[in-house]
């Protein structure tokens, strides 16, 4: 991580120049860059001078700089002449899962779903299993997954996460995150642990399935999406429910199911009846292993090396078990419910 001067991202800005304002929240701003060594970055600036902030923004900087993964937007680094700190990220060029979902009109594929809810997954379970420390991200949701041009996810905003010990199951504290993702049990309890990041992960493969906006006023009556969803699960209507776009995919209709079932287990009120997010990740690798198998992609840019995912090799004393346990998992996913 690199210590940028404020006449560096002045410059790289043009002082801050509202016409490459990228996005804005109640807290900061987000400002397009070029560096003199001509990459283009996203520069975060906060809004607001206060403790708080200051905090989250150092908590940014402690948590990102110990990651290191294709699917977790990069901090280039940050500025420190500022009484809150700028931070300088890697630039996405495509905005978020949420634009993209909740634009009027959506041109987001099956196979781009299939695609960025695995990426995503794969990028919670590293940070709760595979780094160096364990990390709660606390926030996820579709507005904090960014897209590039070729659709591949990156998982941003940092500031509410929670490192913990590896062994630890949780942590006791204060209740931050978004409405209409934010775990029940958690806000309840106060105990923040790596199933309420499950939960958040469960909703957006809900919103991924119907296109309806976690807490939108239509939501809200029915008593939000999760609500919705679960209700429409119970009842066998989960065709009533699915984005017409998703629904029309008649050849991947098992997969759909498969994503579906897989959703409300993650929003299951009781964090011990979800599945743990590395659990989630494997069951999405088999089911896009089986659509890129049954399916062309779809004709974009992209290379096929970035398009294929790698196979896990399962091994046992007796040798690899790779394809029965892919059996065992296409298996499992008709879930009791």
Same mark, same amino acid.
């Given at each position: 991580?690199?210590?940028?001067?404020?006449?560096?991202? &002045?410059?790289?800005?043009?002082?801050? @120049? *509202?016409?490459?304002?990228?996005? +804005?929240?109640?807290?900061?701003?987000?400002? *397009?860059?070029?560096?003199? @060594?001509?990459?283009?970055?996203?520069i &975060?600036?906060?809004?607001?001078?206060?403790?708080?902030?200051?905090?989250?923004?150092?908590?940014?900087?402690?948590?990102?700089? +110990?990651?290191?993964?294709?699917?977790?937007? *990069?901090?280039?680094? #940050? #500025?420190?002449?500022?009484?809150?700190?700028?931070?300088?990220?890697?630039?996405?060029?495509?905005?978020t899962?949420?634009?993209?979902?909740?634009?009027?009109? #959506?041109?987001?594929?099956?196979?781009?779903r299939?695609?960025?809810?695995?990426e995503?997954?794969?990028?919670?379970?590293?940070l709760?299993?595979?780094?160096?420390?364990?990390?709660?991200?606390?926030d996820?949701?579709?507005?904090?997954?960014?897209?590039? @041009?070729?659709?591949?996810?990156k998982?941003?905003?940092?500031?509410?996460?929670?490192?913990?010990?590896?062994?630890?199951?949780?942590?006791?504290?204060?209740?931050?995150?978004t409405?209409?993702?934010?775990?029940?049990?958690?806000f309840?309890?106060?105990r923040?642990? /790596?199933?309420? @990041?499950?939960y958040?992960f469960?909703?957006?493969l809900?919103?991924?399935?119907?296109?309806e *906006? /976690?807490?939108?006023?239509t939501?809200?009556?029915?008593?939000g999406?999760?609500?919705?969803?679960?209700?429409?699960?119970?009842?066998?209507?989960?065709?009533?429910?699915?984005? /017409?776009?998703?629904?029309?995919?008649?050849?991947q209709?098992t997969?759909?199911?498969?994503?579906?079932?897989?959703?409300d287990?993650c929003?299951?009120?009781?964090? $011990?009846?979800?599945?743990?997010?590395k659990?989630?990740?494997?069951?999405?690798?088999?089911?896009?292993?089986s659509?890129?198998q049954?399916?062309?992609?779809? #004709?974009?840019?992209q290379?096929?090396?970035?398009?294929?995912?790698p196979?896990? $090799?399962?091994t046992?004393?007796?040798?690899?078990?790779?394809?029965s346990?892919?059996?065992?998992l296409?298996?499992?996913?008709?879930? /009791?419910?």
């Amino acid at each position: 991580m690199r210590i940028f001067s404020l006449d560096e991202l &002045k410059k790289a800005t043009n002082r801050f @120049d *509202k016409a490459l304002l990228l996005g +804005q929240g109640g807290h900061g701003e987000v400002y *397009k860059g070029i560096l003199s @060594d001509q990459r283009i970055v996203a520069i &975060k600036k906060s809004k607001i001078v206060d403790q708080v902030e200051i905090e989250q923004f150092i908590n940014e900087v402690v948590i990102l700089s +110990q990651i290191n993964h294709r699917n977790v937007v *990069k901090l280039y680094g #940050c #500025c420190l002449e500022t009484e809150v700190p700028l931070l300088v990220y890697e630039f996405i060029s495509n905005g978020t899962l949420s634009n993209h979902l909740h634009a009027e009109s #959506c041109n987001l594929t099956w196979n781009h779903r299939l695609r960025i809810a695995l990426e995503t997954a794969r990028a919670i379970a590293y940070l709760h299993s595979s780094a160096s420390i364990s990390i709660l991200h606390r926030d996820i949701k579709s507005a904090n997954i960014l897209l590039d @041009d070729y659709f591949t996810a990156k998982v941003s905003d940092f500031g509410a996460s929670r490192s913990v010990q590896i062994d630890q199951t949780g942590i006791t504290t204060v209740v931050q995150g978004t409405f209409g993702y934010l775990d029940p049990e958690y806000f309840y309890t106060h105990r923040l642990t /790596p199933k309420s @990041d499950v939960y958040n992960f469960g909703v957006i493969l809900a919103e991924l399935l119907t296109r309806e *906006k /976690p807490s939108s006023s239509t939501m809200f009556q029915v008593g939000g999406l999760v609500t919705y969803f679960a209700s429409a699960m119970r009842e066998n209507r989960l065709i009533d429910i699915l984005d /017409p776009q998703v629904a029309s995919n008649e050849g991947q209709r098992t997969e759909i199911e498969a994503v579906a079932n897989l959703a409300d287990m993650c929003v299951r009120r009781n964090g $011990d009846e979800r599945p743990m997010m590395k659990e989630v990740e494997v069951q999405l690798e088999v089911l896009w292993r089986s659509n890129s198998q049954r399916h062309e992609h779809p #004709c974009t840019s992209q290379t096929l090396e970035e398009s294929q995912l790698p196979l896990h $090799d399962f091994t046992s004393e007796n040798g690899t078990r790779q394809y029965s346990f892919e059996l065992e998992l296409h298996s499992s996913f008709t879930f /009791p419910r």
